[in-house]
């Protein structure tokens, strides 16, 4: 039903930039929470910036003011812009479609689909 395929992934040095693309095939990308996840061997996943279907954001405290999720619904893509990047970013990077749910107060995105990942190298 859904098909993610991410890409921007590369190799930056320490204070560099990178935006990360996903493209989304499948019905519907507009109706779709959508965000970025990333997970390293050994390592558990963690959430790194989310956008709903009505445009509204929320970020791990890790790149709040330094990365920026947005949605382009006309081209079925979803993007990170991640700037001022740090060796610790460094990872798997994942584009995840699901529904919007709320915990404790906090909402989120589910990662009910997942693409292949694309790889963030970070060096200082």
């Known amino acids: 039903q859904v098909h993610l395929v991410e890409s921007g992934g590369g190799s930056v040095q320490a204070g560099g930039s990178l935006r990360l693309s996903c493209l989304f095939s499948?019905?519907?990308?507009?109706?779709?929470?959508m965000g970025w996840f990333r997970q390293a061997p050994g390592s558990r996943r963690k959430g790194v910036a989310v956008i709903d279907s009505d445009g509204n954001v929320n970020y791990d405290d890790s790149v709040k003011g330094r990365f920026i999720v947005s949605r382009d619904n006309a081209r079925n893509t979803l993007y990170l812009k991640m700037n001022t990047l740090e060796p610790n970013d460094t990872d798997t990077y994942y584009c995840?479609?699901?529904?919007?749910?709320?915990?404790?107060?906090?909402?989120?995105?589910?990662?009910?689909?997942w693409g292949q990942g694309t790889q963030v190298t970070v060096s200082s």
């Open positions: 995840a479609a699901g529904g919007r749910v709320m915990t404790s107060g906090i909402w989120w995105c589910k990662d009910d689909y």
């Open positions: 499948g019905y519907s990308f507009s109706g779709y929470c």
